[in-house]
């Protein structure tokens, strides 16, 4: 007989973290759950963590403090932490949370479906896995080879591993044939691509396989790392009429010196000169980059250097956090130099600068029209994205969800665009 009980996913950080919640999700559903709409309701309950800043792990642990009085009232729900906050602090955690049931790694669920398939309740068959959303994730490997003195991720997650070509792309279908129409590869660095699978293939020839998927309508990937970009990825993304336009490429500072205590093996006239060669064989390309303000030393003229490559650079969009330290990182020897409210202030800066850029160059789309994937309806506006990753609001039609609509932008503003269907 089939399961008839209840789940609840509660996500915080990265997509890999949405990714590896909505396989969990998937396979819950396969065996017969169902969502509940709050923890208290739910047979499963599942945190997906995340502890890349202080405050994302306090999160997690504030998240999980509160399931306590659940599991009292209801000891048979079973209750599951993912993510980076279970890794070499297992054991801590086990003596902190005594009533968590399960402390799953970083994208390996696998115990919890073993559970569920051992547990007493019945038998089951696995049915046919539930619709996949409109935009997927797929990831295309886990971990990282890297070693910036920052990152705790790497100590979650060990070190990459790879997929192989023939997985990704039967899987890639299967998302398609569940209702995908667009697909975004994940991994901490895909630049790095298969370098530790047989016959070393790369990110061009897993976007050339994934290419070609029947009814696929968009393929992205995310995130890259500018010192392992080549030639060769940039020259695909041109080439391949289903790849959208758009690259994320942290670059973290403008300062060669903040990027030498950083571990990041670049320089900022090579993250420079990759842009322009991205911007070369791709003119219409937009960009997105990640900023750390605040790292350990960053003293103001430091800061400044940032500003102006962020200016420079002109980036379709920037994400900026302040740094936070994190246990058993490299950076965490080094002296965390910088007031917590100077690193606001650095933050509030470079997000002021880049709102303005931001305006800058949407303005440049109002009057032109644009295809967009409709993703969904918010209130009586359809909401979507352009192949260069830009949220687009239109109003008019019926069931074009997971449809290409060209729209004819009327306002632009610096996060997103108004339209109506040309």
Same mark, same amino acid.
């Given at each position: 007989m ?21 396989t969990?999700?998937? +396979?819950?559903?396969?065996?017969g759950y169902?969502p509940?709409s709050t ?9 997906? =963590?995340?502890?890349v ?7 997690a642990?504030?998240r ?14 079973i209750?599951?932490v993912?993510?980076c906050l279970?890794?070499d602090?297992?054991?801590e955690?086990? /003596?902190? #949370?005594? *009533? %968590? $049931?399960l ?6 669920p ?11 309740s019945g @038998? ?5 896995l ?7 994730y797929?990831?295309?490997? *886990?971990?990282? $080879? ?6 705790i991720v790497?100590?979650r ?11 990704l792309? /039967?899987e890639a279908?299967?998302? %398609? ?6 697909? =975004?590869?994940?991994?901490?660095n ?5 370098s530790?699978l ?5 990110? /061009?020839d897993l ?5 070609d998927v029947?009814g696929?309508?968009?393929?992205r990937?995310l995130t ?18 289903r790849?959208?336009?758009?690259i ?9 010196a ?6 990041? +093996?670049?320089s %900022?006239?090579? *993250? ?5 060669r991205?911007?070369?064989a791709i ?5 997105? =980059?990640d900023?750390?303000v605040? #790292?350990? !030393?960053?003293?103001?003229?430091e800061?400044q ?9 002109? #980036?379709?969009v920037?994400?900026i956090a302040?740094y936070s330290?994190?246990?058993g990182t ?8 910088v ?7 650095r933050?509030k800066?470079l997000?002021?600068?880049q @709102?303005?850029i931001?305006?800058?160059v ?6 032109? @029209? ?6 969904e309806?918010?209130r009586?506006r359809w909401?979507?994205?352009t192949?260069?990753n ?8 019926n069931?074009?969800a997971?449809?290409? %609509?060209?729209?004819?932008i009327t306002?632009a !503003?610096p996060?997103s665009?108004?339209g =109506?269907r040309?």
């Amino acid at each position: 007989m089939s399961r008839t009980g209840t789940y609840y996913i509660w996500t915080i950080g990265c997509q890999m973290n949405v990714a590896d919640s909505r396989t969990v999700m998937d +396979q819950l559903e396969a065996r017969g759950y169902r969502p509940a709409s709050t923890p208290a309701e739910a047979d499963v309950i599942l945190l997906n =963590t995340c502890v890349v800043r202080e405050s994302a792990e306090n999160r997690a642990i504030g998240r999980l403090s509160s399931l306590r009085p659940i599991k009292t009232r209801r000891p048979a729900a079973i209750l599951a932490v993912m993510g980076c906050l279970v890794g070499d602090t297992e054991r801590e955690l086990r /003596a902190r #949370f005594p *009533y %968590v $049931d399960l402390f799953l790694k970083p994208s390996r669920p696998e115990p919890l479906f073993d559970l569920l398939d051992s547990a007493p309740s019945g @038998t089951h068959a696995l049915g046919g896995l539930p619709q996949s959303p409109i935009t997927a994730y797929l990831p295309i490997s *886990y971990g990282c $080879d890297h070693h910036c003195t920052y990152c705790i991720v790497r100590l979650r997650r060990g070190r990459q591993v790879s997929r192989p070509i023939d997985e990704l792309k /039967a899987e890639a279908a299967d998302l %398609v044939r569940r209702g995908a129409r667009e697909i =975004t590869l994940l991994g901490q660095n895909v630049d790095v691509y298969g370098s530790d699978l047989p016959g070393r293939p790369d990110l /061009a020839d897993l976007l050339e396989a994934v290419h070609d998927v029947d009814g696929l309508c968009r393929l992205r990937f995310l995130t890259s790392h500018p010192s392992d970009m080549q030639q060769r990825l940039i020259e695909t993304v041109a080439r391949l009429p289903r790849v959208c336009e758009h690259i994320e490429i942290p670059v973290q500072t403008g300062s060669d010196a903040v990027l030498r205590r950083m571990g990041r +093996q670049y320089s %900022v006239a090579h *993250y420079l000169e990759l842009i322009e060669r991205i911007r070369a064989a791709i003119p219409s390309v937009s960009l997105g =980059t990640d900023v750390i303000v605040g #790292f350990c !030393g960053e003293t103001h003229e430091e800061h400044q250097l940032t500003r102006e490559l962020v200016e420079r650079a002109h #980036f379709d969009v920037v994400h900026i956090a302040a740094y936070s330290v994190r246990a058993g990182t490299p950076a965490a020897q080094l002296e965390d130099d910088v007031l917590p409210a100077e690193k606001e202030a650095r933050r509030k800066d470079l997000e002021e600068l880049q @709102t303005r850029i931001a305006a800058e160059v949407n303005a440049g789309l109002r009057g032109r @029209t644009v295809e967009v994937l409709v993703e969904e309806k918010q209130r009586d506006r359809w909401r979507g994205r352009t192949r260069h990753n830009k949220i687009v609001f239109f109003e008019g039609g019926n069931d074009l969800a997971g449809q290409l %609509v060209d729209v004819h932008i009327t306002w632009a !503003g610096p996060w997103s665009l108004i339209g =109506t269907r040309a």
